[in-house]
């Protein structure tokens, strides 16, 4: 194993700062991909979205809580290799906490197309930030990139959100709320890579995954306050898909909010945000082999606009 990560390091030491970023962000996007798998798999056990919310985020701040002391050298370095960026955590972990509860309140309100279609805007929302606050023009590939990507997501979902019957089942009032609420998610994750920029910018070796394992403070007092006894899993059968479910679902979480902790100090914000955009594609992939669905023509168009943009930018 010591080997393994020898040569890892060695590989890592070849690649220029941005490439790190990039490799760091894919293996991330990569990795939570199977985490739409992970919901279908929860909601199988009849356990109720809130329970489901609670429990992955208890794992996840545990999981994330972990890798954090072991980053700092110890539980006793902790405070100081915070330090650094203490400044940053109020805003940062607020910021995190509602990336981490918004994806899923707004599906109690919202389609999951409408949801998708408007978190996917969050490499825009990053180029903007990144330009108002850290002065960061947006290189011409990158701004055509954007674009290009943006359509392939209208390709994607707007099929969806015309044609489907499923908003009916929605006021007007819950479809408003979930449509915002998934905007202002794509926003607060453009807000955290932004921050994690930032704070490579100011002081590199300070330790940002601590934000992500306190970010779970938000939605765990979201649950417990809103859904009271709803969190717990009463009548879930079999208890140990429910176990595996919730353990599946952080483990893929925790390795996108450590690719986002790492990656954006290494990387321009709008792209790290492009990138993201993959899981997009990988998600209904792991979905559909598992349960045998064949993703839709727009998808497959949608999608490979996604990657030739994707390709076209890194030549």
């Known amino acids: 194993l010591n080997s393994v990560f020898a040569r890892a390091s060695a590989l890592m030491a070849t690649l220029s700062q941005g490439a790190r970023g990039r490799l760091i962000m894919l293996l991330g996007v990569v990795a939570v991909s199977p985490d739409s798998l992970s919901i279908r798999l929860l909601e199988s056990t009849g356990a109720s979205d809130w329970c489901i919310l609670f429990w992955q985020q208890v794992c996840l701040g545990i999981i994330l809580g972990v890798v954090a002391t072991l980053r700092a050298g110890g539980l006793g370095l902790l405070w100081t290799s915070t330090k650094p960026v203490c400044r940053l955590l109020p805003l940062a972990v607020v910021i995190q906490g509602v990336v981490y509860t918004g994806f899923t309140v707004s599906l109690f309100y919202t389609s999951v197309a409408n949801t998708l279609l408007f978190m996917a805007m969050n490499p ?168 045998r669905l064949i993703p839709s023509m727009w998808t497959f168009i949608g999608g490979g606009i996604l990657l030739i943009s994707l390709a076209m930018h890194e030549l």
Not at 201 to 211: L, Q, R
Not at 217 to 230: E, H, K, Y
Not at 264 to 282: D, K
Request: glycine letters at 10%; one cysteine or more; a neutral charge.
């Open 124 to 291: 825009l929302w990053a180029a903007v930030f990144g330009f108002l606050f850290l002065g960061e023009r947006v290189a011409r590939r990158t701004l055509l990139a954007l674009l290009a990507s943006v359509a392939s997501m209208l390709v994607i979902f707007l099929p969806v959100i015309l044609g489907s019957k499923g908003a009916e089942k929605y006021t007007k009032e819950e479809l408003l709320v979930g449509n915002c609420m998934a905007l202002v998610t794509g926003m607060s994750m453009a807000a955290f890579i932004t921050i994690v920029r930032y704070a490579g910018k100011i002081a590199p070796e300070g330790n940002m995954i601590v934000v992500s394992a306190l970010g779970v403070l938000l939605p765990l007092l979201l649950c417990s306050t809103v859904a009271g006894q709803d969190i717990l899993p009463h009548g879930v059968q079999p208890m140990w898909q429910f176990v595996c479910g919730v353990v599946m679902g952080s483990a893929c979480k925790t390795a996108l909010f450590l690719a986002l902790s790492i990656a954006p100090a290494l990387m321009p914000g709008p792209e790290a945000g492009l990138i993201m955009l993959l899981e997009v594609l990988l998600g209904p992939l792991w979905v559909g082999l598992a349960y």
